[in-house]
């Protein structure tokens, strides 16, 4: 009989326990869950970005302005899809470049830093009849 009461005693002394590590760790928890999210989006928007660069230097390529507009308007983020330049930076030579360095005021007065720099150069060679200009491949 003294046992039973022994555990008895044992289990009421232990009974929040449980309560009071779950209190201490949810926050932990909370803030990793956030970070992952961040994580994600950031990589999300990085991988548009380099899309973006690589899918305008193509179509720039292509000397046909509605193809050029539609792969900028397949970008999925309108303040990226502004920022990338893409054109003819040579003779066959076709260009896209975008450099994004921004912070933004969050929750709690911090600060989301973005920064990221992509370019794709292209040489035009199938797109041009005929053989190449006197004095070799510019």
Avoid: C
């Amino acid at each position: 009989m003294s046992r039973k009461r022994e555990k008895g005693q044992a289990l009421r002394l232990s009974s929040g326990q449980a309560l009071a590590e779950f209190a201490l760790v949810i926050p932990v928890l909370i803030l990793l869950l956030f970070g992952m999210t961040f994580a994600a989006f950031y990589a999300f928007r990085s991988a548009s970005t380099d899309w973006g660069v690589f899918i305008t230097g193509v179509a720039g390529g292509s000397y046909n302005r509605p193809v050029a507009d539609g792969a900028r308007n397949s970008i999925l983020w309108p303040d990226l899809a502004e920022r990338i330049q893409a054109g003819q930076s040579g003779p066959r030579q076709v260009r896209s470049v975008i450099s994004v360095e921004d912070s933004r005021e969050w929750v709690f007065g911090i600060h989301l830093v973005e920064a990221q720099r992509a370019a794709a150069y292209f040489r035009l060679w199938r797109f041009y009849p005929g053989p190449p200009p006197a004095g070799g491949i510019e």
